[in-house]
């Protein structure tokens, strides 16, 4: 099992930044991938961006590139998530996962098999 916290949302004004984090604890995350999925209200859930614990591979969604950085503190057990020039679109309950990490690197990680997942929190961007 792995357990997944996560902590930094709030409320922002356009064009404002946050940093999501995500604790993790349990067995050791040498073979899996962390991710961010957001869920708009009204809207399904949708991939944000991932990490390969080991190697540091990132992958983005289109509509997140150039405005969201994923990196990942090893010492610490935690995933980060830096989302610059927020949008009223960007607003949505954020979840910290992970999956195990496909051999491939060309995979598509953002359909994964992630198996744990966080609580979620709260990103508000006013326009």
């Known amino acids: 099992q792995v357990q997944l916290g996560e902590s930094g949302g709030g409320l922002v004004q356009a064009g404002g930044s946050l940093r999501l984090s995500c604790a993790a604890s349990?067995?050791?995350?040498?073979?899996?991938?962390l991710a961010w999925f957001r869920q708009a209200p009204g809207k399904e859930r949708e991939f944000v961006a991932a990490?390969?614990?080991?190697?540091?591979?990132?992958y983005y969604a289109d509509s997140v590139k150039g405005r969201f950085t994923i990196s990942r503190d090893h010492d610490k057990n935690t995933m980060y998530l830096q989302a610059s020039s927020l949008e009223p679109g960007d607003t949505a309950v954020y979840y910290c996962?992970?999956?195990?990490?496909?051999?491939?690197?060309?995979?598509?990680?953002?359909?994964?098999?992630?198996?744990?997942w966080g609580q979620g929190t709260q990103v508000t961007v006013s326009s």
């Open positions: 996962t992970a999956g195990l990490a496909p051999y491939s690197l060309g995979f598509d990680h953002s359909r994964l098999d992630y198996k744990f």
């Open positions: 349990g067995r050791t995350l040498n073979s899996y991938v």
């Open positions: 990490i390969r614990w080991i190697g540091g591979n990132t």
